[in-house]
């Protein structure tokens, strides 16, 4: 079955960096996209970052543009978000999906990321 594992949340100070990683069993990961999602409380899940099964194309939402990158290595059966520069605001459960941004079908339990000072 599809499973997707987070890890490499934590507590960030703003301006400190951290990076996710989420690895794939269960379907043949070279031919998917894949997606990071994040929810904070009270608000609604915010598409962070996607990348192509390829990975010659990725996508990044405004809010996080020039301070997070997306990158995979299928070998190893891993996305990973690799976030610097990072804000209070930042604050969120991350996770990862397969597929392209709302178009995925499967999602991790999430990796909390905390960011304060």
């Known amino acids: 079955q599809v499973q997707l594992v987070e890890s490499g949340g934590g507590l960030a100070q703003p301006g400190g960096s951290l990076r996710l990683s989420c690895a794939a069993s269960?379907?043949?990961?070279?031919?998917?996209?894949m997606s990071w999602a994040r929810q904070a409380p009270g608000k609604g899940r915010e598409w962070v970052s996607g990348?192509?099964?390829?990975?010659?194309?990725?996508h990044y939402a405004d809010s996080v543009k020039g301070r997070f990158t997306i990158y995979r290595d299928d070998a190893r059966n891993t996305v990973y978000l690799q976030m610097n520069s990072l804000k209070p605001e930042d604050t969120a459960l991350y996770y990862c999906?397969?597929?392209?941004?709302?178009?995925?079908?499967?999602r991790g339990q999430g990796t909390q990321v905390t960011v304060s000072s």
């Open positions: 269960g379907f043949t990961f070279s031919r998917y996209s």
């Open positions: 990348i192509y099964n390829d990975g010659s194309g990725t």
């Open positions: 999906a397969r597929g392209w941004l709302g178009y995925s079908s499967y």
